[in-house]
Nanobody
Framework: QVQLVESGGGLVQPGESLRLSCTAS????????MAWHRQTPKKQRELVAI???????NYADSVKGRFTISRDNAKNTLYLQMNSLKPEDTAVYYC???????????????WGQGTQVTVSS
């Protein structure tokens, strides 16, 4: 099977930075989309940033100019560099990816377990 494991969350003060990582492992033939979502107890899970296998990226308006998504295809690893963090960025951040196990062309959705990011003074 496939596992997505996130790391890098923590407690920071407003204005500080964090970098999240997510590594995919297991039975992987090809990875297509990789993305970060976040969720708070009061809000539905929302897309933060997404990157395609071709390198295209897109961001939620609330994080544009502050967050940068990137991936290392050789390591099957996704990153999220978060700068100028705000209290409203506090959430559990989840890694998401569409992954094919074989050459069939069928891609499956996988989620990580989540990592807590808390921005507070």
């Amino acid at each position: 099977q496939v596992q997505l494991v996130e790391s890098g969350g923590g407690l920071v003060q407003p204005g500080e930075s964090l970098r999240l990582s997510c590594t995919a492992s297991g039975n992987i033939f090809k990875i297509n989309l990789m993305a970060w979502h976040r969720q708070t107890p009061k809000k539905q899970r929302e897309l933060v940033a997404i990157t395609t296998s071709g390198g295209g990226t897109n961001y939620a308006d609330s994080v544009k100019g502050r967050f940068t998504i990137s991936r290392d295809n050789a390591k099957n690893t996704l990153y999220l560099q978060m700068n100028s963090l705000k209290p409203e960025d506090t959430a559990v951040y989840y890694c998401f990816s569409t992954i094919a196990n074989t050459s069939s062309g069928i891609f499956w959705n996988f989620w990580g377990q989540g990592t807590q990011v808390t921005v507070s003074s």
